[in-house]
């Protein structure tokens, strides 16, 4: 029937987690980098440590009882079938909330707030910082079904959040979103002003007029000299992806461990901590996590459809004004911050601004706790929206 929701529960066939064990079972390694750092890539010995855990010790169902314990459903929107979590507070002031992932991040991002956002009396919050909570895979992403034709960009995808939002019966919603997700919800909050009633934001991105560069201020010019320097050294996966996202395919969908060091390298330079070794990434987030979330690439076959999200938007952002209330919550290990002087040039409505003492790129993943915080301080100032 057009239209209908049905629940989703993950049940990988055996076979498939065979099928895994087995290639993990005859790697053929590359030799190591020639420097003493990630500069060259995810270091050799990091990368055997994590595929010898993946292959002894991961354990696969762990993951997926956990997320089926997080009621989880499917739709088709604009003929591509949607998988995403839709977890009800109980208290009858809740808000919808709307949260989106981006890549190489995925829904297990989220798993670790849905408690605190759905039961906030459970965790050190009131009754007004409950929300119901919809966090959709994107699409050719995890469980959601991939685009079989082009044109399914950010735009695209904001629409059918919007088409979900009013399917799940919702006249008005808040969102939220990091990397890819912030970007989908700012062209939710363009497409859909009169049903988004506003935006938090964990990704803070601006783009300089030329007046801008003319009256910018020390510190701008120092975030500006940063994203350039954050351009040349971290963003080549992306112009891959954003070009070819067909030939990257074919190597990350025959190796896990070219799959698993294409998303865990972001991780290892993303991740806000010392990078001096693994067992400090692993105080933030430990091998389970992170490979929780390459198995959502893995067992889908996504690496191919997730990267083409890149080939239809990169580069290709609407940057038109934007005037719904918005938040941003700066954590110093993402993307280097433009400012609230910049950001304000487009997002003409902030009412939430904080920088963050820690905390990285996967914001919600790694400090769960600040992420709930902020998300509680910026809308507390959406009451009655």
Request: net charge negative.
């Amino acid at each position: 029937m057009k239209d209908s929701i049905s629940p989703f529960s993950i049940s990988i066939p055996q076979d498939q987690l065979d099928d895994l064990s087995a290639r993990l079972s005859g790697i053929r390694w590359p030799d190591a980098e020639t420097v003493g750092d990630n500069s060259q890539g995810l270091p050799l010995a990091y990368a055997k440590e994590l595929a010898t855990y993946w292959e002894q010790h991961y354990d696969w169902r762990r993951c997926e009882r956990v997320m089926n314990d997080r009621d989880q459903f499917t739709t088709v929107i604009d003929d591509i079938e949607i998988h995403f979590h839709h977890i009800k507070s109980p208290h009858p002031s809740a808000r919808p909330l709307l949260i989106t992932h981006g890549w190489p991040g995925s829904t297990v991002e989220f798993l670790k707030v849905i408690e605190p956002l759905t039961h906030p009396t459970d965790h050190s919050g009131t009754e007004s910082d409950a929300f119901h909570l919809v966090i959709p895979s994107l699409p050719g992403f995890g469980f959601s079904g991939k685009p079989k034709q082009a044109g399914v960009g950010i735009e695209a995808i904001a629409r059918m959040w919007a088409k979900l939002m009013s399917r799940l019966g919702y006249g008005h919603y808040l969102a939220q979103g990091g990397d890819w997700g912030a970007v989908v919800t700012e062209a939710l909050a363009a497409t859909d002003p009169a049903h988004c009633n506003g935006i938090h934001l964990n990704l803070l991105i601006a783009v300089p007029s030329g007046e801008d560069l003319q009256s910018m201020t020390a510190e701008e010019q120092q975030w500006l000299a940063d994203i350039q320097s954050f351009d040349a050294l971290e963003t080549g996966y992306s112009r891959q992806q954003a070009t070819r996202p067909q030939t990257i395919g074919y190597g990350l969908a025959d190796s896990p461990v070219g799959q698993m060091a294409w998303i865990v390298e972001k991780f290892w330079s993303w991740v806000d901590f010392e990078k001096d070794g693994a067992e400090k990434l692993e105080q933030v987030l430990s091998k389970d996590e992170l490979l929780d979330n390459v198995m959502m690439y893995w067992l889908n076959n996504a690496a191919t459809s997730s990267a083409r999200l890149y080939w239809e938007s990169y580069g290709k952002i609407n940057r038109e004004s934007i005037d719904v209330p918005v938040g941003c919550s700066a954590f110093p290990g993402d993307m280097p911050s433009p400012g609230r002087r910049l950001m304000s040039k487009r997002f003409t409505n902030i009412i939430y601004w904080n920088e963050l003492p820690k905390g990285g790129h996967f914001a919600a993943f790694e400090q769960p706790e600040l992420y709930v915080t902020e998300l509680r301080r910026c809308f507390e100032g959406f009451l009655g929206q």
